[in-house]
């Protein structure tokens, strides 16, 4: 793929993320305290699904298979 199509399109994609979230009408210090809260939001949610999601799956995997009848035998 041609590198400058490439560039074009993920300018694109930050236009479209400026006008969605009306940070075109902000100035530069407002979009960079806004850039970076969003940042850390994002990254919080994502560290939180890593840590926490594969323990939910486990923990309903056990209350399931005991519903089930199913006994695993790998100890924990």
Same mark, same amino acid.
């Given at each position: 793929?041609?590198?400058?199509? $490439?560039?074009?399109?993920?300018?694109? !994609?930050?236009?479209?993320?400026? *006008?969605? @979230?009306c940070c075109a009408v !902000? &100035? /530069?210090? &407002?979009? %960079?305290?806004?850039?970076? *809260? !969003? !940042?850390?939001?994002?990254?919080? $949610? $994502?560290?939180?699904?890593?840590?926490? *999601? /594969? *323990?939910?799956?486990?923990?309903?995997? &056990?209350?399931? @298979?005991?519903m089930c009848g199913y006994?695993?035998?790998? %100890?924990?």
């Amino acid at each position: 793929m041609d590198f400058k199509r $490439v560039k074009d399109y993920f300018s694109w !994609l930050y236009y479209q993320y400026q *006008i969605i @979230s009306c940070c075109a009408v !902000l &100035e /530069p210090w &407002e979009q %960079s305290m806004f850039n970076t *809260i !969003l !940042l850390t939001i994002f990254a919080m $949610v $994502v560290y939180t699904a890593y840590v926490f *999601i /594969p *323990i939910h799956i486990r923990l309903a995997w &056990e209350f399931f @298979s005991k519903m089930c009848g199913y006994h695993s035998t790998i %100890s924990n």
